[in-house]
Nanobody, 116 residues
Framework: QVQLVESGGGLVQPGGSLRLSCAASGFTFSNYVMSWYRQAPGKERELVAGISSTGGSINYADSVKGRFTISRDNAKSTVYLQMNDLKPGDTAVYYC?????????WGQGTQVTVSS
């Protein structure tokens, strides 16, 4: 049974930091490209960051470059998103995604709210 379980979301003040985790099980994690997406109320889901199966290739949305860092630990089947200097515009539900060719898996999401 495939599972992606996100954690680490919450309420944080502008300028604060959060670290999201996504623990995977039920598939060969090290074969999959892992990504973080987010969806704000009334908006489409958007890609935040992605990391290749080995971690050798990483990409970020322009809006988070320099503030967010994606990483993975294949031994723990976990992908992380370190978010620094958070802004109100980062408020959204954050989703973990696993992709291998035509196979896609999604987590249930974790809420991140940036507000004073």
């Amino acid at each position: 049974q495939v599972q992606l379980v996100e954690s680490g979301g919450g309420l944080v003040q502008p300028g604060g930091s959060l670290r999201l985790s996504c623990a995977a099980s039920g598939f060969t994690f090290s074969n999959y490209v892992m990504s973080w997406y987010r969806q704000a109320p009334g908006k489409e889901r958007e890609l935040v960051a992605g990391i290749s199966s080995t971690g050798g290739s990483i990409n970020y949305a322009d809006s988070v470059k320099g503030r967010f860092t994606i990483s993975r630990d294949n031994a723990k089947s976990t992908v992380y998103l370190q978010m620094n200097d958070l802004k109100p515009g980062d408020t959204a539900v954050y989703y973990c995604n696993a992709k291998y060719f035509l196979l896609y898996y999604w987590g249930q999401g974790t809420q991140v709210t940036v507000s004073s």
